[in-house]
């Protein structure tokens, strides 16, 4: 069983990251257009958020889908 790093919500600076992180934890694995649609982003900044958290290891994409979900626990 894999071993996430657990992450302080607090320690995220950029609202739009900290909500797209929030809403995962609630909502578990989404596909990528859901996040955007859900949480009612323009599409380039959802875009880019996501991306975002891609590259900082926070989110990942489920194994062979388009499906995200979190890499990391959420705490406070």
Known sequence: MDQKD???IHDIKDSL???VLLYLDRKGKCIYGEIIK???LPTTKGQETIYSLLNKGLVRHQERSSLIELNVEIGE
């Open 6 to 8: 657990k992450i302080d």
């Open 17 to 19: 990251e900290k909500e």
């Open 38 to 40: 859900n949480l009612k």
